[in-house]
T-cell receptor, first 111, second 114 residues
Framework: KQEVTQIPAALSVPEGENLVLNCSFTDSAIYNLQWFRQDPGKGLTSLLLIQSSQREQTSGRLNASLDKSSGRSTLYIAASQPGDSATYLCAVETSGSRLTFGEGTQLTVNP | DTAVSQTPKYLVTQMGNDKSIKCEQNLGHDTMYWYKQDSKKFLKIMFSYNNKELIINETVPNRFSPKSPDKAHLNLHINSLELGDSAVYFC?????????????FGPGTRLTVL
């Protein structure tokens, strides 16, 4: 059974800092890994999708890496801004189109 | 303009009642999902439909019955509501079943059972 763990559970940083969020998964037989952002009381917004054959994806100040064999992914946020404050969720897709989510990292960027 | 929409946004009801949540997507996607996010914010898949056919039923009590009248709609009906059903329910969609497309989520329906 696939399990996804995210560390840390919460992170508070000053504005402008670069930061890394971690995600690990137990079963390396994945189709892809997605990073989402969830704002309080809102739905999920997809940030990046890395297919199992890829090593990383970039979008603006975000860079996500994937090491399938070790079951790890990181989300790097450069030059953090208060607007980046949200919960970041990592999810892996396995057979049957199933997404298994981690419990998220709650990020606060202080002005 | 909303890609994935859900109604209602909030639902407060008494234990034992039957209620429905509706989901619609205007993205032309083939696959739709229902997820449950509990009080600890943990998201778990419940159901998935592809072209109106059930493809995932994740050991959810049979009080929960999804219905897909067409590709653009996936509704969730819940019978005999229990306190433990209180959660936020998210609908999502994606194009096809392949692992190379992202899922798009609706804004969620917060269900409170009293």
């Amino acid at each position: 059974k696939q399990e996804v763990t995210q560390i840390p559970a919460a992170l508070s940083v000053p504005e402008g800092e670069n930061l890394v969020l971690n995600c690990s998964f137990t079963d390396s037989a994945i189709y892809n890994l997605q990073w989402f952002r969830q704002d309080p009381g809102k739905g999920l917004t997809s940030l990046l999708l890395i297919q199992s054959s890829q090593r990383e994806q970039t979008s603006g100040r975000l860079n996500a890496s994937l090491d399938k064999s070790s079951g790890r992914s990181t989300l790097y946020i450069a030059a953090s801004q208060p607007g980046d404050s949200a919960t970041y969720l990592c999810a892996v897709e396995t057979s049957g189109s199933r997404l298994t989510f981690g419990e998220g990292t709650q990020l606060t960027v202080n002005p | 303009d909303t890609a994935v929409s859900q109604t209602p946004k909030y639902l407060v009801t008494q234990m034992g009642n039957d209620k429905s949540i509706k989901c619609e997507q205007n993205l032309g996607h083939d696959t739709m999902y229902w997820y449950k996010q509990d009080s600890k914010k943990f998201l778990k898949i419940m159901f998935s439909y592809n072209n109106k056919e059930l493809i995932i039923n994740e050991t959810v009590p049979n009080r929960f019955s999804p219905k897909s009248p067409d590709k653009a709609h996936l509704n969730l009906h819940i019978n005999s509501l229990e306190l433990g059903d209180s959660a936020v329910y998210f609908c999502a969609s994606r194009g096809g079943l392949a692992g190379d497309s992202e899922q798009f989520f609706g804004p969620g329906t917060r269900l409170t059972v009293l």
